[in-house]
């Protein structure tokens, strides 16, 4: 094998050298870098499971906020749509009670009109009679009788209203 250019010796220290390193490289090296490419697939497994579930998780948490969001308008809607309810009572309240007020401030000032008219027509009444009594005192004095004249004074007084009094 020599004219081959190979040499026995080096052959059977290359297969030893080969023994010795796969030997080595088995023990010291191929089960730990076995075992730590197992954990990282673990790992690696691990950790999509634990994606799965954040996203599992997160779907959970939109939906529960969507839900919530949900029930906030609603209760939001709910209170807005009462509110308006009481304003529309306190409205109509108003409205009733200034129609109340009006009516009464009406009967106030119909009944003070009223109270006014008679003042008027009183003193009107009573200038009436004073003038009558003058012109009868004045005018016709000399031409009337005092009987007659005393009637003439009873008759006026009861077209007026008043009570009789002795002129």
Do not use: C, H, Y
Not at 9 to 22: E, M, R, S, V
Not at 141 to 150: A, V
Request: no cysteine.
């Amino acid at each position: 094998m020599e004219n081959l250019g190979i040499d026995l010796k080096l052959l059977i220290a290359q297969a030893i050298n080969f023994a010795l390193f796969f030997w080595v490289f088995k023990r010291f090296l191929a089960k730990p870098f076995g075992k730590f490419i197992q954990e990282e697939k673990k790992n690696e497994a691990e950790g999509e499971r634990i994606a799965q579930e954040l996203i599992k998780k997160e779907e959970e948490l939109k939906a529960k906020k969507e839900t919530l969001q949900k029930e906030t308008k609603r209760k939001t809607d709910e209170a807005i749509a009462e509110a308006k309810k009481a304003a529309e009572v306190v409205k109509k309240e108003i409205i009733e009670q200034a129609n109340i007020e009006a009516q009464q401030i009406k009967e106030k000032a119909k009944k003070q009109a009223q109270e006014m008219e008679m003042s008027l027509l009183q003193k009107a009444q009573e200038k009436a009679v004073e003038l009558s009594f003058f012109i009868i005192d004045k005018a016709l004095k000399d031409i009337l009788t005092p009987d007659l004249r005393k009637e003439i004074t009873q008759m006026i007084l009861k077209n007026s209203g008043k009570k009789q009094v002795d002129v």
